[in-house]
């Protein structure tokens, strides 16, 4: 004989509690395994941090402005360093010279004997500027120093041109104030840092 079916309860319970605790679970692991995305354009740039007033303040260096006037010509006709001659007249003179020689040289029609003065007006050229860029490089040691414990980092060299100054004299202030040659070959710089003032065209 078949046995009655029991009837159902008017109203199911549910058991909500495992439900809850697979939400909770879900939300722990979403937590725990989001990356968080950086925003388009936002760069994590670290700017350098500016010096000090106090350390701008103690620097011991003045600011090095470099003078150099041209003759007609576009040769060196004086050169100082903060208002002070860096070299005699006769320097300059024997300089200047040297330089009407290449001159000469350059105006001569081209052929072998051309060639040959040109080479030894530039070679008295180069003998003659020696004296200019020795000077200015020892009067720049002076007030940087050499090596360890200069003040390279901090000092800055302005060099204010004549608007018709040859550039090979550019060329000599700029190799005489940046480094120096020691007995062994190797170079030691002395100014890393070399500015020129805006030049200024002859008034006419």
Not at 76 to 88: F, I, R, W, Y
Not at 144 to 162: H, I, K, R
């Amino acid at each position: 004989m078949a046995r009655p079916r029991e009837a159902l309860p008017a109203k199911i319970s549910i058991d909500m509690t495992p439900m809850i605790d697979v939400v909770f679970q879900l939300i722990t692991f979403f937590m725990l395994t989001l990356k968080d995305v950086s925003v388009e354009g936002d760069f994590d740039v670290r700017m350098p941090l500016g010096p000090s007033r106090a350390a701008v303040e103690d620097n011991p260096i003045p600011p090095l402005v470099v003078r150099m006037r041209a003759g007609p010509t576009g040769g060196l006709a004086a050169m100082t360093l903060n208002d002070a001659p860096v070299v005699g007249a006769e320097v300059l003179d024997a300089l200047a010279g040297a330089e009407a020689l290449v001159a000469r040289a350059r105006a001569l029609p081209a052929g072998d004997e051309r060639s040959t003065r040109l080479r030894a007006a530039e070679r008295g050229v180069e003998q003659a500027a020696a004296p200019v860029v020795d000077a200015l490089r020892r009067r720049v040691v002076d007030l940087v120093g050499v090596g360890p414990g200069s003040n390279a980092d901090q000092a800055e060299v302005e060099l204010d041109c004549d608007y018709g100054l040859a550039y090979d004299n550019v060329v000599r202030a700029i190799t005489a104030v940046s480094g120096v040659v020691q007995p062994d070959g190797t170079v030691v710089e002395l100014v890393k840092k070399i500015k020129f003032t805006p030049p200024r065209k002859p008034q006419e």
